[in-house]
């Protein structure tokens, strides 16, 4: 994938810094697109800083998505890979976000739903003349596994973890949406997703025990397993796969 052109959203995240890495590292160029803060102190492309790029977007700002998408096509003029990871997640310290549902705030909801899913859906019209003057042209969605199947709170008891209805909610449009690119993009652009269980970092011990005993594999994810799938799903490899959700969970979803 030599010469080709990726943007990465939430590129400098603890997800996002290692898809960006195994982009690079596969040949592309890469944009890692974040805030400010999170590009500051992150360390995406250690160790191939010289194929990536950070670019400090709000990606919940109008004017900044278009920002991003007219140096783009100043600067490039053409998109290769575009992946949508920038989100809330269970973790994000929104009010009313990860709490028992009858505390969880129509704010937090809102804000899931803007940057999970109308951002990817923003970005990538707003960025279709590029993506087309591609002559590879991939999206990959982030998705989840609580895109796919309801939580097993069981897990989060007695932990100060919790499971957002915006962020199952957003990830399940993801996952539609997905479909649904995939669908009318063809056959210029592949728009296929990434299905993550969930992540080891560093959760509760009580959670960790409970959520490796669910899981066919015996562990939880790592950044590497995840961005394996997305870089595959990116490459020629995978030039005839359209509209695939793709879960990286272990099995987790088998059972």
């Not at 704010?107 to 970005?123: G, I, K, S, Y």
């Not at 993506?131 to 309801?150: C, E, P």
């Amino acid at each position: 994938m030599t010469s080709r052109i990726a943007v990465v959203t939430g590129g400098c995240g603890p997800l996002g810094s290692v898809i960006c890495a195994d982009l690079a590292a596969a040949g592309l160029a890469v944009i890692a697109v974040d805030l400010p803060d999170a590009i500051e102190s992150s360390q995406a492309g250690a160790g191939a800083a010289a194929a990536i790029t950070p670019h400090a977007t709000d990606l919940t700002d109008t004017a900044q998505l278009d920002d991003l998408v007219d140096r783009l096509t100043r600067e490039h003029g053409r998109l290769d890979v575009l992946v949508h990871n920038a989100a809330f997640t269970g973790t994000s310290g929104l009010t009313g976000w990860a709490v028992p549902f009858s505390d969880q705030s129509d704010e937090a909801f809102d804000a899931a739903l803007h940057l999970n899913l109308a951002v990817p859906f923003r970005l990538t019209r707003r960025a279709l003349p590029l993506l087309t003057a591609s002559t590879s042209a991939s999206v990959v969605m982030i998705a989840s596994i609580y895109g796919l199947v309801g939580p097993d709170l069981g897990l989060y008891a007695g932990t100060q973890m919790g499971n957002p209805a915006g962020y199952a909610a957003a990830k399940g449009g993801l996952v539609q949406l997905t479909r649904y690119l995939a669908a009318v993009l063809a056959p210029a652009v592949r728009v296929n997703a990434v299905a993550p269980g969930g992540i080891a970092r560093g959760q509760d011990p009580t959670f960790v025990e409970r959520y490796v005993a669910r899981t066919p594999m015996g562990r939880m994810a790592t950044e590497s397993d995840v961005a394996g799938a997305v870089t595959w799903l990116a490459s020629d490899d995978a030039q005839y796969v359209t509209g695939l959700i793709l879960s990286v969970d272990g099995g987790w979803t088998a059972r």
